[in-house]
C-alpha cells in the first residue's frame, strides 16, 4: 500500500499504543485499532517487528519517505561521519570525527539526507543553523561549525551529547520526585534562555533533551524553530506557517494552525513534565487519527498525573502531591493565556513547591498559604510551640504553686489566731491569782 505521509501518522499512532501495552496485549490491540483494515495492520506489525529487531523505538521518528542512508566514510567538512545517531523528518544525525589530523574531537552532524533537500527543508535547516549559532547556553547543545557538503547539502555540526533522553534518565535511575523537578527547571532555565533571544523552539519533547552521566540536560534539536520577528518577509510568514512538529507534544493552538508563541513550548515543557512523573503522555495512547489526535488534545483534560502514577506502581517518583499536579495542569491548559507566561514562571512555581512556598497554581487562600508556612517553616514552628507549651507549664506550675502557698498561709494565720486565742483565755483565766502571788 501506498505510504502517504497521513497514513505513515496512523500507523505511528497505533504502534505507539501498542508499545505502550505489555507483549501479551499488542497483537489484541493492533487488531482493536485497525478495526478490520487488513492492509494497515500489516503496515502496523512490520513497522513493530522492525522496532523489536531495532531494540528502539527511534522507527516511529522516521519520515514517511524512504531514502538512503549516508555511506560511512564520506567526508564531511573536516569530519568524517562513524554511524548514525539518529532519524527525522528533516534527515539524519551521525557520529562524527575530524578527519583533518589537527586534533581530535567527537561530534554531531546534522544533514538534509539526498532525496529530502526541498527548498522548504533547505531553508528549515539554514534557518537552524542560524538560531543555533546565536544561543549559548550550559543546558543547550552548541553549535561548533556548518557549511555544505560536495553534493551542495547543508549540515550544521553540533556538540555531541553522550546520555539519554530525559525520560529513560529518570526512570531507569529511579530518581525521586524532588530531583527530577530539578532536572526539569533547568531544561526550562535553557528555553527560557532561548525566548529571551526571540526564539521559539516549537518540538521540545522528551527525546530532543539528553541528559549525560553527570546529570546535566542538553536542548537539542532547533530544526523546526521560529524567529520572533515581525518583519519576516511573505515567502518566510508562508513557510513559518507550515505544520512541522511532532504530534506527541504539539500543543492546541499548533493542532489547529494558530499563530505560535512561547505559550507553544510552555505547554510542551508541560508535556515533557507529565511524563517525568506519570511515565506517558497527558493523553496515553496516540490517537489512530489526526482527527481523533486534534480532538484529544484539543477537547479532553488529561488526568491528573499524581493519579496516573499510582496506577503504574514502577515509576520510582513516589507519592504526587496536589500542588505539582496544579502546576502541570496550568502548563496544560488549553487556552494559551491561561498557561504559565513564560518557561521562567513555570520553573519558579516548581521551586516555590521544592521550597514549601505557596504556588501561583494553587488557589490563594489563607488556610493554604498558613499550611504553606507551617510546612515551610517547621522547625521555626516547633520551637515556638515548644515555648509556648514552656511558657503555659510554667505559668500553670507557678498557678499551682501559689495556690499552694496561699493555702500554707491561711492554715498558718488559723493555727496563730488558734494558739492566741487559747493564751488570750488562759491568761485571762489566771491573771487574778497570778497578781496576787508574792513577787
Partial sequence: MELTPELW???????????????????AYVVDACGGDEALRREVESLLRSTVAAGTAAYLELPAVAVA????????????????????GMGAVYLAERDDREFQQRVAIKVVRGGLASAFLLHRFREERRILASLEHPNIARLLDGGASDGGLPYVVMEYVDGESIDVYCRTRRLPLAARLDVFCRVCAAVQYAHQRLVIHRDIKCGNVLVTQDGVPKLLDFGIAKLL????????????????????SASPEQLRGEPITVAADVYALGVVLYRLLAGRTPYGDMPASEAALIEAVCE??????????????????????????????KALRKEPDRRYGSAAQLADDVRRYLEGRPIL???????YRARKFVTRNRWAVAGAAAVVVTLCAGVAATSWQARVASQQRARAEREFNAVRTLANAVLGELHDAVTKLPG
Wanted: proline share 11%; charged share 25%; aromatic share 2%.
Fill in 300 to 329: 479532553r483534560v488529561p488526568e491528573l498525573p499524581s493519579a496516573v502514577a499510582r496506577r503504574q506502581h514502577d515509576t520510582g517518583v513516589g507519592p504526587i502531591p496536589a500542588d505539582v499536579d496544579l502546576i502541570v495542569m
Fill in 361 to 367: 497554581a494553587a488557589p490563594d487562600t489563607l488556610g
Fill in 229 to 248: 520577528n515581525p518583519d519576516l518577509d511573505p515567502e518566510q510568514q508562508a513557510i513559518t506557517m507550515e505544520r512541522v512538529m511532532t504530534p506527541e
Fill in 69 to 88: 542512508p549516508m555511506p560511512m566514510g564520506t567526508r564531511i567538512g573536516a569530519y568524517r561521519p562513524v554511524r548514525e545517531l539518529g532519524s527525522g
Fill in 9 to 27: 501518522r496512523r500507523v505511528k499512532g497505533i504502534a505507539s499504543g501498542a508499545l505502550d501495552r505489555a507483549d501479551a496485549d499488542q497483537a
